[in-house]
């Protein structure tokens, strides 16, 4: 079982960054491709960036390409927003996925460990 924390959520004001942390609970996220989603109020959960094991493979939901950025190391997986919009409102989500080496997911459902989730509020 692997326990995923996420950090680094909080009220910014548009056109702000933040940046977003997820660690797996004593353990490293080497083995694991990884991914972020969010939810709005109302609405389902939306992909939003995958990075593969290596780091090599990465995708990105359209609307937040050139604004997002996702990274890792072989302890925590991160997402630094910047340009923020009210539309970024959500609660964001990490995700560990076992069973991609070199190629990454956008379907919440490959994904088999999930953590919290950190509540994300952008201000207009």
């Known amino acids: 079982q692997v326990q995923l924390v996420e950090s680094g959520g909080g009220l910014v004001q548009a056109g702000g960054l933040l940046r977003l942390s997820c660690a797996a609970s004593g353990r490293t996220l080497s083995r694991y491709a990884m991914g972020w989603f969010r939810q709005a109020p109302g609405t389902g959960r939306e992909f939003v960036a995958a990075?593969?094991?290596?780091?090599?493979s990465i995708s990105y939901e359209d609307s937040v390409k050139g604004r997002f950025t996702i990274s890792r190391d072989d302890a925590k997986v991160y997402l630094q927003m910047s340009s923020l919009k009210p539309e970024d409102t959500a609660v964001y989500y990490c995700?560990?996925?076992?069973?991609?080496?070199?190629?990454?997911?956008?379907?919440?459902?490959?994904?088999?460990?999930w953590g919290q989730g950190t509540q994300v509020t952008v201000s207009s």
């Open positions: 990075i593969s094991r290596n780091g090599n």
């Open positions: 995700a560990a996925d076992s069973s991609r080496h070199y190629s990454v997911s956008r379907y919440q459902n490959d994904y088999e460990y």
